[in-house]
T-cell receptor
Framework: AQSVTQLGSHVSVSEGALVLLRCNYS??????LFWYVQYPNQGLQLLLK??????LVKGINGFEAEFKKSETSFHLTKPSAHMSDAAEYFC????????????FGGGTRVLVKP | EAGVTQFPSHSVIEKGQTVTLRCDPI?????LYWYRRVMGKEIKFLLH????????ESGMPNNRFLAERTGGTYSTLKVQPAELEDSGVYFC?????????????FGQGTRLTVV
């Protein structure tokens, strides 16, 4: 069985500061990993995904994530936070090539302070 | 091109009533998923259709929930009778056929409140 853990249900950052959202996973097979974002009153939108190619994945809006197999982690970062980054972020995993069902972490809500 | 559309966006019903949620996937997407987020908890998988067939319904909570996808197009999720613990946000997602790295596109969700 797979599981995803996101450390911190709420994160507060200052505008211009580094955004770091932590995600650890467990999977019995090589996983595919995803970060989704949900802006207020919108659906989930894919930020980026890891699919066993490059371990450093670049996504939309300046976000990137690094897959570290030894640490079973897929942390999301952005060098400089913008007010528009205020949203809830979800890390998710599928069972690699065998499945499409997403297993989500609990989500991290990001507040950006001016 | 239209994205995944869900109706209604909000629904408030009394315990014991019936509610039907609808999802219109992106045209051409054979995969359709239902997920649910109960307040304070993670988003959890309910079931997966491939075209009109139920591929995986391991996440359905109990037999009060019935999902259909007639003709392999839109899908409905009916809760009958609704209970207080059914409150939450129900998300629908669709994707093209492919491996596990295929992007799933999500609707805005239906917020269901059972009182």
């Amino acid at each position: 069985a797979q599981s995803v853990t996101q450390l911190g249900s709420h994160v507060s950052v200052s505008e211009g500061a580094l955004v770091l959202l932590r995600c650890n996973y467990s999977s019995s097979v090589p996983p595919y990993l995803f970060w989704y974002v949900q802006y207020p009153n919108q659906g989930l939108q894919l930020l980026l995904k890891y699919t066993s190619a490059a371990t450093l994945v670049k996504g939309i809006n300046g976000f990137e994530a690094e897959f570290k197999k030894s640490e079973t982690s897929f942390h999301l970062t952005k060098p400089s936070a913008h007010m528009s980054d205020a949203a809830e972020y979800f890390c998710a995993v599928t069972e690699g090539a065998a499945g499409n069902k997403l297993t989500f972490g609990g989500g991290t809500r990001v507040l950006v302070k001016p | 091109e239209a994205g995944v559309t869900q109706f209604p966006s909000h629904s408030v019903i009394e315990k014991g009533q019936t509610v039907t949620l609808r999802c219109d996937p992106i045209s051409g997407h054979d995969n359709l998923y239902w997920y649910r987020r109960v307040m304070g908890k993670e988003i959890k998988f309910l079931l997966h259709f491939v075209k009109e067939s139920k591929q995986d319904e391991s996440g359905m909570p109990n037999n009060r929930f019935l999902a259909e996808r007639t003709g392999g197009t839109y899908s409905t999720l009916k809760v009958q009778p609704a209970e207080l613990e059914d409150s939450g946000v129900y998300f629908c997602a669709s994707s093209q056929l492919g491996q596990g790295n295929t992007e799933a596109f999500f609707g805005q969700g239906t917020r269901l409140t059972v009182v």
